[in-house]
């Protein structure tokens, strides 16, 4: 068990909908990273959000946002959702000061878009 | 720019066979960190190991073992006398200063599988 909890695990909706995906960081973890993993792109870093504030963008798309509440916890809001958005949807989360340190991974939400 | 490749998509042995699974980085940072994870059929990421660029030592972990070259910008993992258990998808990842701290960057995986 890495410490990093993501729900829900599966999730399944229509096409133009949107979704809300949540995470919950090690205790002591400042730093949260999103990745998505899909067949096409393999496993690709989203966005980073360090106490609260967003720290660095990768390759999120418009209709993705994400935000770190002051508990720490954060959420990747997926909307207007397409086919191609169906992935693994990875949270995880380090410590300050851990340059170098491993990133634990939660076991990640799957994603299905129909 | 980070890249991590890894060259072999899928690796087939049988039991007891050893493997090596083959990692080659680039990165223009002297200081970055190398990783494995490993994905089993169920589908969380599993941390295995992480070195820095400034410990070449190879590193052995029960069955595991890893080979760092600076040399050759490689980062090789052996598994020794495999079993089916070690069926999953294995992946390299790089974190050097150059990106935003924490953030990795993942090859395209490699998927072993071993059979009875």
């Known amino acids: 068990d890495s410490g990093v909890t993501q729900t829900p695990k599966h999730l399944i909706t229509a096409t133009g909908q949107r979704v809300t995906l949540r995470c919950s960081p090690r205790?002591?973890?400042?730093?949260v990273y999103w990745y998505q993993q899909s067949l096409d792109q393999g496993l690709q870093f989203l966005i980073q959000y360090y106490n609260g504030e967003e720290r660095a963008k990768g390759n999120i798309l418009e209709r993705f946002s994400a935000q770190q509440f002051p508990d720490l916890h954060s959420e990747l809001n997926l909307s207007s959702l397409e086919l191609g958005d169906s992935a693994l949807y990875f949270c995880?989360?380090?410590?300050?000061?851990?340059?170098?340190?491993?990133?634990?991974f939660g076991q990640g939400t799957r994603l299905t878009v129909v | 720019a980070q890249k991590v490749t890894q060259a072999q998509t899928e690796i087939s042995v049988v039991e007891k066979e050893d493997v090596t699974l083959d990692c080659v980085y680039e990165t223009r940072d002297t200081t970055y960190y190398l990783f494995w994870y490993k994905q089993p059929p169920s589908g969380e990421l599993v941390f295995l190991i992480r070195r820095n660029s400034f410990d070449e030592q190879n590193e052995i972990s029960g069955r595991y073992s890893w080979n760092f070259q600076k040399s050759t910008s490689s980062f090789n993992f052996t598994i020794t006398a495999s079993q089916v258990v070690d069926s999953a998808v294995y992946f390299c990842?790089?974190?050097?200063?150059?990106?935003?701290?924490?953030?990795?960057?993942f090859g395209r995986g490699t998927q072993l599988t071993v059979w009875p």
């Open positions: 995880a989360s380090s410590r300050p000061g851990q340059g170098g340190g491993e990133a634990f």
């Open positions: 205790s002591g973890d400042l730093s």
């Open positions: 990842a790089l974190l050097d200063r150059g990106s935003t701290l924490g953030r990795l960057y």
